[in-house]
């Protein structure tokens, strides 16, 4: 069983910036993408930045630029890096890591997310 475990969220200002960890209990290079979400209130769960074992990266339309994605394989951890925080960037953020096996034309995934961390911007 995969264990991943968030840390870093918190209160901060319009405008300041949080770093978000994820330790993983596997070494994070025998994921095929790992990646963070976030929740909302009142809102369905969304990609905000993902990471693959090659090291691409892929971001949400309205961090990129803000936000960075990058992991440290050495430590099994994730970070997000988020900078110029708004007031809808409030949410509580989920690690997500992926496992893919490919089966002839098909893809299974295996999804394993960590319990979530808050973050709340004030304006």
């Known amino acids: 069983q995969v264990q991943l475990v968030e840390s870093g969220g918190g209160l901060v200002q319009y405008g300041g910036s949080l770093r978000l960890s994820c330790s993983s209990s596997?070494?994070?290079?025998?994921?095929?993408?790992m990646g963070w979400y976030r929740r909302a209130p009142g809102q369905q769960r969304e990609l905000v930045a993902s990471?693959?074992?090659?090291?691409?990266?892929n971001y949400d339309y309205y961090v990129k630029g803000r936000f960075t994605i990058s992991r440290d394989d050495a430590k099994n951890t994730l970070y997000l890096q988020m900078n110029s925080l708004k007031s809808e960037d409030t949410a509580v953020y989920y690690c997500?890591?992926?496992?893919?096996?490919?089966?002839?034309?098909?893809?299974?995934?295996?999804?394993?997310w960590g319990q979530g961390t808050q973050v709340t911007v004030s304006s």
């Open positions: 997500n890591a992926r496992v893919s096996n490919r089966k002839g034309w098909d893809v299974y995934n295996t999804d394993y």
């Open positions: 596997r070494s994070i290079p025998s994921f095929s993408t």
């Open positions: 990471i693959s074992s090659s090291g691409s990266t």
